[in-house]
């Protein structure tokens, strides 16, 4: 089964302040995706990626960067966090883009004060 | 634009109740569809999805789902339900071809013992 591993889990930041989450998946998929859960609006994309150095625009982008380094890993950045992006964040991975299933990281739970 | 519409935000049923959590999608041409369970505290996971073929599919943890095409609709059924499958649900939708998958708000099910 896949392993989709964040971290951290929870993170506490000021307004301002600068984030960076991490997802690491260790069955060599190739597309990995950052999802922002908020109530009432289920989960939305933020970005994703097909390989290394590849990036994509999601659906919500805005105030977030993201950095594929490796096939493994995947990075979303808040170089100035605000309240409007306290969220639970999931990141998932699959083998192709398409029709395929999404495996889930346990979610890190952000607070921007 | 692609949208998914789960018009239920709460379900609640007793134990051995027949269940079927609706989902309707909006999108013009083939759409592939999924459902994926969240447990209290938990990530999601896959249940089932359709690609083309069968208008119903049966998925894990004994939940199936038929597609409408005809009503542009996707709903998840299961008899009987059990007090396990509390869970929050989500209908998801991928555009052919768009890599995207766009998720609802998602259904509390609660099941009473």
């Known amino acids: 089964e896949a392993a989709v591993t964040q971290s951290p889990r929870n993170k506490v930041t000021v307004t301002g302040g600068n984030v960076t989450l991490s997802c690491r998946q260790t069955?060599?998929?190739?597309?990995m995706y950052w999802y922002r859960q908020d109530t009432g609006h289920g989960l939305r994309l933020i970005h994703y990626?097909?390989?290394?150095?590849?990036?994509q625009i999601g659906d919500v982008p805005d105030g977030y960067k993201a950095t594929r380094t490796t096939q493994e890993d995947f990075f979303l950045l808040l170089e100035l966090a605000s309240p409007s992006q306290t969220s639970l964040y999931f990141c998932?991975?699959?083998?192709?883009?398409?029709?395929?299933?999404?495996?889930f990281g346990s979610g890190t739970r952000l607070t921007v004060l | 634009a692609q949208s998914v519409d789960q018009p239920d935000a709460h379900v609640t049923l007793y134990e051995g109740a027949s269940l079927e959590l609706r989902c309707s999608y909006s999108?013009?041409?083939?759409?592939?569809l999924f459902w994926y369970v969240q447990y209290p505290g938990q990530s999601l996971q896959f249940l089932l999805k359709?690609?083309?073929?069968?208008?119903v599919v049966k998925g894990t943890k004994g939940f199936e789902a038929e597609f409408r095409k005809s009503n542009s609709s996707f709903n998840l059924k299961k008899s009987p339900a059990h007090w396990s499958d509390s869970a929050k649900y989500f209908c998801?939708?991928?555009?052919?071809?768009?890599?995207?998958?766009?998720f609802g708000a998602g259904t509390k099910l609660t099941i009473k013992p």
């Open positions: 998801a939708l991928e555009v052919y071809g768009n890599e995207k998958i766009t």
């Open positions: 359709y690609i083309t073929g069968d208008a």
């Open positions: 999108y013009s041409a083939a759409p592939y």
């Open positions: 998932a991975s699959s083998e192709r883009g398409s029709a395929e299933t999404l495996y």
């Open positions: 990626s097909y390989g290394a150095g590849n990036l």
């Open positions: 069955n060599s998929h190739n597309y």
